[in-house]
């Protein structure tokens, strides 16, 4: 059964930095891409960051371009989510998810078919 881990949430001042960490127990780590997507209360599910299993493709929400940075240990099978000049409006439970032999860097949560349970990070004014 694949298992997904969260760690790293948190509560934080605006400005400040966090780096989500992500434990994955799948065998097929190292040949699957991996996402990061956030729910804020009240609203959908939406995408953060992926990255391709080879740890060079990435793409990223417009939201958070030029502030967060995602990467890979496949040696560790573990995917990390680098944030920084957080905001309060990144407050929001941030979740991991896998997709399994992927090719393509998937923005949508139906493309993704393993999910860990979230990390709360809160970002306060």
């Known amino acids: 059964q694949v298992q997904l881990v969260e760690s790293g949430g948190g509560l934080v001042q605006a400005g400040g930095s966090l780096r989500l960490s992500c434990a994955a127990s799948?065998?097929?780590?190292?040949?699957?891409?991996m996402g990061w997507f956030r729910q804020a209360p009240g609203k959908e599910r939406e995408f953060v960051a992926t990255?391709?299993?080879?740890?060079?493709?990435?793409l990223y929400a417009d939201s958070v371009k030029g502030r967060s940075t995602i990467s890979r240990d496949n040696a560790k099978s573990t995917v990390y989510l680098q944030m920084n000049s957080l905001k309060p409006e990144d407050t929001a439970v941030y979740y991991c998810?896998?997709?399994?032999?992927?090719?393509?860097?998937?923005?949508?949560?139906?493309?993704?078919?393993?999910w860990g349970q979230g990390t709360q990070v809160t970002v306060s004014s």
């Open positions: 990255i391709h299993w080879n740890g060079i493709r990435t």
């Open positions: 799948t065998r097929t780590f190292s040949s699957d891409v």
């Open positions: 998810a896998a997709d399994p032999g992927g090719v393509r860097l998937g923005v949508r949560p139906v493309q993704y078919r393993y």
